[in-house]
Nanobody, 115 residues
Framework: QVQLVESGGGLVQAGGSLRLSCAASGITFSLYDMGWYRQAPGKQRELVASITRTYNTNYADSVKGRFIVSRDNAKNTVYLQMNSLKPEDTAVYYC?????????WGQGTQVTVSS
């Protein structure tokens, strides 16, 4: 059974930092491209950052220079370090794993940034 379990969300003041983690099980983690998405109320889910199995990274323009995505294949975990948080970063953050036609999602973790 595949599981992606996010953690690390919470309430933080603007300018603060949070580190999200996504622990994967039931997959050969090192083969998967991993991504972080977010969905704010009334908005579509959007890609925030991704890291391929070869460690290539990609970021949404809105988070470049503030967020860092990384992975630890030994721990089957992908991370999202979020710095200089803004109220517009408030959303549910989801972890995603992709390999060929296979894709899996976590249950999401809430991030709320107060002004």
């Amino acid at each position: 059974q595949v599981q992606l379990v996010e953690s690390g969300g919470g309430l933080v003041q603007a300018g603060g930092s949070l580190r999200l983690s996504c622990a994967a099980s039931g997959i050969t983690f090192s083969l998967y491209d991993m991504g972080w998405y977010r969905q704010a109320p009334g908005k579509q889910r959007e890609l925030v950052a991704s890291i391929t199995r070869t460690y290539n990274t990609n970021y949404a323009d809105s988070v470049k220079g503030r967020f860092i995505v990384s992975r630890d294949n030994a721990k089957n975990t992908v991370y999202l370090q979020m710095n200089s948080l803004k109220p517009e970063d408030t959303a549910v953050y989801y972890c995603n794993a992709k390999f060929n036609i296979l894709t899996y999602w976590g249950q999401g973790t809430q991030v709320t940034v107060s002004s």
